[in-house]
């Protein structure tokens, strides 16, 4: 996790006070998954590159004990506020609740206002995003000091992608995604990132990967990155990521969806280096040769009613930009 760039006070949380915290979402350059296990997961191995499509969470101390969640009118994220629970079955709930080892909650309240511009069930980690942002929140708010590794361990527990939505940049993932190393890279890439209205569920895109390597009579194997797509991340060979790019969830999430099949071929007909689906989508990621590149390609798409946002990477991780 990078340095908070504020200092906690000196005296005791005290109700009314609040901060700012902003997570970015990921985009997966690879993934790869291994068999599924007994206990129901797949051991993957994974590239996360965090990307500047931001959640931003403005977390209150408050005197009456619980927590509240709002989400703001100034999200972009399409169902935002129609889609998002608002109860404890929120990650950022249990996130806050599994940091509280101290009882705090017993004592003080929180208000939580999500701005979310990361899309929902997108395969593009907001939810973990939140997560990410509310431990980063609480440690300032109840003045925890909490090291990098005390966070990660708590992030650990709340699901895959929340530990890299702590630390952001570009990092390779193994186990279930969440044993991080960060990976050197040579400047930034730039995307086109399309949109699906509908989301896909990923405990039924793994399904459909299991039905499909059954059918197909696939063994896996032990998942692995390729040393070509991290030398050519090393080096910033942009024609060269593109070539390596690869994501085992990609066919299943076709199966359920044949519509982002479509997608991908028009967007590489159109000029996109390569398009692949970003996690278990519906999310399509389309590589460009560069910023103006990405910046023409979007507008294009917008013109076509197709929805679509430009962004880059790498960014940094959970961090707070603004304190009462």
């Known amino acids: 996790m990078p340095m908070l760039r504020f200092t906690p006070p000196d005296h005791p949380p005290t109700p009314g006070e609040k901060v700012r915290v902003r997570a970015p979402g990921k985009i997966n350059l690879a993934l790869e998954a291994g068999p599924k296990e007994p206990s129901g997961y797949h051991e993957l191995a994974t590239v996360f590159l965090a990307v500047d499509l931001y959640e931003d969470l403005t977390v209150t101390l408050t005197e009456e004990p619980g927590i509240e969640i709002a989400i703001s009118p100034a999200s972009q994220a399409y169902g935002a506020s129609s889609s998002t629970p608002l109860g404890d079955d929120n990650l950022v709930a249990q996130a806050a609740r599994a940091l509280d080892s101290n ?17 929902i069930a997108g395969g593009m980690a907001g939810g973990s995003a939140d997560a990410a942002a509310t431990l980063v929140a609480c440690d300032y708010l109840w003045r925890l000091n909490s090291s990098r590794e005390d966070l990660d361990a708590v992030a650990r527990e709340l699901g895959a992608d929340v530990p890299f939505c702590l630390l952001g940049g570009l990092a390779l993932g193994v186990g279930r995604g969440d044993q991080l190393s960060p990976i050197l890279s040579r400047g930034h890439t730039h995307w086109a990132l399309i949109f699906s209205d509908k989301g896909l569920s990923t405990p039924k895109v793994f399904a459909a ?18 040393r070509e797509l991290l030398s050519a991340l090393n080096h910033g060979d942009v024609e060269e990521i593109a070539a390596y790019l690869n994501n085992d969830l990609q066919a299943p999430a076709v199966k359920l969806d044949r519509n982002l099949g479509g997608v991908m071929n028009f967007a590489e007909a159109m000029g996109a280096l390569r398009a692949i689906i970003s996690g278990s989508g519906p999310t399509i990621a389309c590589l460009m040769d560069g910023e103006e590149d990405a ?7 917008l013109e076509q009613n197709v929805n679509a946002l430009q962004a880059s990477g790498p960014v940094p991780g959970a961090a707070i930009i603004a304190t009462n």
Do not use: Q
């Not at 299991?210 to 390729?226: H, K, M, N, Q």
């Open 209 to 226: 990967l299991d039905r499909l390597r059954a059918e197909r009579g696939e063994d896996p194997g032990r998942p692995e990155i390729s």
């Open 295 to 301: 910046h023409e390609f979007v507008a294009e798409l």
């Open 103 to 119: 009882g705090y909650l017993d004592t003080f309240g929180l208000h939580i206002e999500i701005t979310k511009n990361v899309p």
